[in-house]
C-alpha cells in the first residue's frame, strides 16, 4: 500500500513570472483554492495520507497553507459562516499528514526527491507528484494516481504516468519507448528506454512523461550515487534509467487530462475547466465566457 507522496515545492517558478515573483507558483489560484490544493486532493482521493512537501525557505505560503489557522476559524465560527470554516477545515482530511523538508540548494528534481528520503526511507515505495501539472480526473471512476497505484502493486515495478502527445510536438517532452505495443488508456506496459526531446523523426512513441512517478525506496541509493547531468542538476530520470536496468520500470497510460499550469496558457486552460463546472460559480462562469465571446 503506498501512503507516501513527494511534492518537490521548492522551485523560483522562473516559468510563472512575473506572477510568481512575490508569491510561490503553487500558490497561484484555480477559480477559488491555489494548484497545490488540487494537487494534494489527487493523491489524497487515490488513498496517500502522507504528503511530503520538499520546499524552500521563501515557500512559507505553502505551509501555512496547509496548517490550522486557529484565529482565522474562530472568527469564522463567531460569525455563524460556517460554509467557509468547513472548507477550510477540508482542506487537510484529519487522516492526512502534511510533513516539509527543505530542500538547501536548487540541485535538480532528482536532489529534490532525494531530500525526502529521510521521511520516506528505502523500503517503501512511494509517489512523486510534481505541481506545475493537474492532472484531471473528471467523469472517472478512479483518479489515474489510483489506476497507477493498482499496477504498481500488480507488477512491482515502478510507473511513470504518461499521455499522448501530437506526434509533431515530441520534442518537447521526455518520451517513453514502450517494450512492444503501447499500452491502452488505464493500462501500463514495460519500457525499454525514455528519451529527453527527441527529434520527432526519431522519437520512440508519441507517449510523454507528465510529472506522475511511483518509485520503489531502491530509488533513493541510486540518486545518491547519481552524478549531476544536464545543468549541472541531479536528473531523476539517470536514477530511473539505473532503476529500468536493474528491475524494469513501466509506463503508466492515462486516461484523463493534464493541465500544464507552470506554462500561462496551461493555467488560462485550467481555468476554464474548472471554472465552468465549479459547483458555487459554474453556472456564471459558463455565462460570462459565452459573453466574451459574442463580443469576440
Known sequence: MIRKAVLPVAGFGTRCLPASKAIPKEMITIVDRPVIQYVVQEAVAAGIRDIVLVTHGTKSAIENHFDKHFELEAGLEAKGKTELLEELRAIVPEDVNIISVRQPEPLGLGHAVLCARPVVGDNEAFAVLLPDVLVDDEGLARNDLAGMIEAFDNTGRAQLMVEEVPRELVYKYGIVAP??????????????????????????????????????????????????????????????????????????????????????????????????????????????????????
Do not use: W
Not at 527527441?198 to 550515487?225: C, H, K, M, T, W
Open 179 to 296: 517494450k512492444g505495443d503501447a499500452p491502452a488508456p488505464g493500462e501500463s506496459c514495460e519500457l525499454s528506454g525514455l528519451v529527453e526531446k527527441p527529434n520527432v523523426e526519431d522519437a520512440p512513441s508519441n507517449l510523454s512523461v507528465i510529472g506522475r512517478y511511483l518509485l520503489p525506496g531502491r530509488i533513493f541509493p541510486l540518486l545518491a550515487q547519481t552524478k549531476p547531468g544536464a545543468g549541472n542538476e541531479i536528473q531523476l530520470t539517470d536514477a530511473i534509467a539505473q532503476l529500468r536496468d536493474e528491475q524494469g520500470v513501466d509506463a503508466y497510460r492515462m486516461q484523463g487530462k493534464t493541465f500544464d499550469c507552470g506554462h500561462q496558457l496551461g493555467y488560462l486552460e485550467a481555468i476554464l475547466a474548472y471554472g465552468r463546472r465549479h459547483a458555487k460559480y459554474g453556472k456564471d462562469f459558463s455565462e460570462l465566457l459565452q459573453r466574451y465571446a459574442v463580443e469576440d
